[in-house]
C-alpha cells in the first residue's frame, strides 16, 4: 500500500469545531494527456459532514470529471484532492473509495440478480457477489437498508425487472451498504418517470433527515430534481467554478442564466425549486 496521510479517515476537522470536511478540493485541474485540453481549471471546493450539495452546469462543463475526482476515480492533473482526510496519490485509492458510496444510472449490476443481491455487493464494491464475504450480518445489513429506503418487497426480485425508480433505490442501498460518510449521485434520476422521481427524492430528504453526518452530492441538470435537503450548490461553466454556496443565494435567475447562456426564471415552491427558460 501506498502511503497514507495521517489524518481520520473520516476527514478532517474544523478550526472552529464545526462539522469535519469530508471532500476539500485546493487549486485542482485537470487535462486531457493527449491533446492539454482543459477538464477542470482551478477548483477549489470543500464540503462538509452534513451538507447537501447540488452540482450544476451545462453538458461539458466538467460535472462528471469533478465527481470522479471526490470519487477517487481519477487524479488531478495539478492541485489537491483530499477525500474523508486522505490526500489522492498519497493513499491507496481502492481502500478510500469503499468509503464512498456512489450511485450512477450506469453502474454495472447483473439483471438477473435479487435486488439482496446487488445491494449485498455493495459490501465488497464488486459487481458479482462474492458469497464467502456475507455473514449473517451483512445479509442482515442488506436487510435492514431495503426496509430504511422502502423496498423490502423487491429483495427477491430480479434488478432487471424493477422499475427505473425501484432500480435507482436498490443501488442507494447498494452504496450505503458501506457506511459512507460521502455519497456520490451521478444523474441518479435519469430517465425517471414522474412517480419514480419523486419517490427517489422523498428517500433521499428521508436520509438527510435520518442520517445527519451524511455528506451528499448530486449532479443533475434539472432543478426540479432537487430534494429540500440540498442546502448547498456549485455551478460549473466551462470547467470552472461560476460560484458556489447557500442554495437560495446560488439558485437565482441572475446565476442560472450566467450559467446556461439563456435566460432562466427561477421560482420555490415548499421547499423545491423550479426553473423555466423562455427565449434568448
Not at 497514507?4 to 470536511?21: D, I, M, N, Q, Y
Not at 493527449?34 to 470543500?46: A, F, N, R
Not at 423490502?152 to 432500480?167: I, N, Y
Not at 447557500?246 to 439558485?251: D, S, T
Request: glycine share 10%; proline share 5%; net charge neutral.
Amino acid at each position: 500500500m501506498t502511503e497514507v496521510t495521517a489524518v481520520s479517515a473520516e476527514g478532517t476537522g474544523s478550526p472552529e469545531g464545526g462539522p469535519r470536511v469530508v471532500a476539500a478540493l485546493e487549486a485542482a485541474s485537470v487535462r486531457r494527456h493527449t491533446t492539454g485540453q482543459v477538464i477542470l481549471d482551478d477548483i477549489h471546493w470543500s464540503v462538509r459532514a452534513g451538507e447537501h450539495w447540488a452540482l450544476l452546469g451545462a453538458n461539458g462543463a466538467g460535472k462528471t470529471t469533478l465527481l470522479r475526482l471526490i470519487g477517487a476515480l481519477m487524479h488531478p492533473t495539478t492541485g489537491t484532492v483530499e477525500v474523508l482526510g486522505h490526500r489522492l496519490g498519497r493513499v491507496d485509492v481502492r481502500e478510500l473509495r469503499a468509503r464512498i458510496g456512489l450511485v450512477s444510472s450506469a453502474q454495472k449490476v447483473p439483471l438477473d440478480a435479487p435486488a439482496h443481491t446487488v445491494v449485498l455487493t455493495g459490501h465488497t464494491g464488486t459487481v458479482q457477489p462474492l458469497w464467502r464475504k456475507y455473514d449473517s450480518e451483512v445479509r442482515d445489513r442488506a436487510d435492514a437498508l431495503l426496509s430504511e429506503l422502502e423496498i423490502k418487497e423487491l429483495a427477491e426480485r430480479p434488478f432487471g425487472v424493477c422499475s427505473g425508480g425501484q432500480r435507482a433505490r436498490v443501488l442507494v442501498a447498494r452504496a450505503l451498504m458501506a457506511d459512507p460518510s460521502l455519497l456520490l449521485l451521478d444523474e441518479p434520476f435519469n430517465a425517471l418517470d414522474l412517480p419514480s422521481r419523486e419517490d427517489l427524492i422523498d428517500t433521499m430528504h428521508r436520509l438527510a433527515v435520518t442520517r445527519t453526518s451524511l455528506a451528499t452530492i448530486t449532479v443533475t441538470h434539472h432543478l426540479e430534481e432537487l430534494s429540500p435537503a440540498i442546502g448547498h450548490v456549485l455551478l460549473l461553466k466551462e470547467g470552472r467554478v461560476l460560484t458556489s454556496g447557500p442554495a437560495a443565494e446560488v439558485l437565482t435567475g441572475v446565476r442560472l442564466t450566467e450559467c446556461f447562456g439563456r435566460p432562466i426564471e427561477v421560482s420555490r415552491h415548499e421547499g423545491r425549486w423550479l426553473a423555466r427558460s423562455g427565449g434568448r
